[in-house]
């Protein structure tokens, strides 16, 4: 059975913190693909990053981060020098099955000014 | 890059009508599709696959002539809420696959659905 817990159900920080997102997921698959989306209240599901099961290779773009360890089946997001617009619910993703996605209960991130 | 766009993007009708929500993948053709559905502050849930040209295959627990769905067409896959009640009320987005690669999948905007 395919599983992603995000425990952190909502986090509050100020402008210019860093904060990271943590996600850990279950799977019997040998091969799977994790994700990140940001949910804005507009609705859309905005595509942040995508990593196969065999790329353990953390991943910088620009002030967002991914720390993948397959040992510890974590996937952590981390945003440095937040800012107003990173607020938003943050889910975590895997992909199983033929392209289905099971999701995490998401973690809405508030950043204040 | 791939676009997949629902319509309409929100819709508000009575208790006991039907109403029909569009998933089109705009440059791109797509064998399957996916349906979600998303309660208020919840996660996404998948509800069903929908197959070009077969019937769609639906999770547990998800009543399928209920929420009717038609993929008649490589771009096209229709969602139909049956007789529509106010539990009905709730965020479905659909996505698409990638027929070439059959390895990507996009997500539409979402249809926020109001049953009143």
């Known amino acids: 059975a395919q599983k992603v817990t995000q425990a952190q159900t909502e986090i509050s920080v100020v402008e210019k913190e860093d904060v990271t997102l943590d996600c850990v997921y279950e799977t019997r698959d040998t091969t799977y693909y994790l994700f990140w989306y940001k949910q804005p209240p507009s609705g859309e599901l905005v595509f942040l990053i995508r990593r196969n099961s065999f790329d353990e290779q953390n991943e910088i773009s620009g002030r967002y981060s991914w720390n993948f360890q397959k040992s510890t089946s974590s996937f952590n997001f981390t945003i440095t020098a937040s800012q107003v617009v990173d607020s938003a619910v943050y889910f975590c993703?895997?992909?199983?099955?033929?392209?289905?996605?099971?999701f995490g209960s998401g973690t809405k991130l508030n950043v204040k000014p | 890059g791939a676009v997949v766009s629902q319509h309409p993007s929100w819709v508000i009708c009575k208790s006991g009508t039907s109403v029909k929500i569009e998933c089109r993948s705009l440059?791109?053709?797509?064998?399957?599709m996916f349906w979600y559905r998303q309660f208020p502050k919840q996660s996404l849930m998948l509800m069903a696959t929908s197959n070009e040209g077969s019937k769609a295959t639906y999770e547990q627990g998800v009543e399928k002539d209920k929420f009717l769905i038609n993929h008649a067409s490589l771009t096209l896959s229709t969602l139909t809420v049956t007789s529509a009640h106010p539990e009905d009320s709730s965020f479905y987005i659909c996505s698409a696959l990638l027929i070439i690669s059959n390895t990507e999948a996009f997500f539409g905007q979402g249809t926020r659905l109001t049953v009143v």
């Open positions: 440059d791109f053709q797509a064998t399957t």
């Open positions: 993703a895997l992909r199983y099955n033929f392209n289905k996605f099971y």
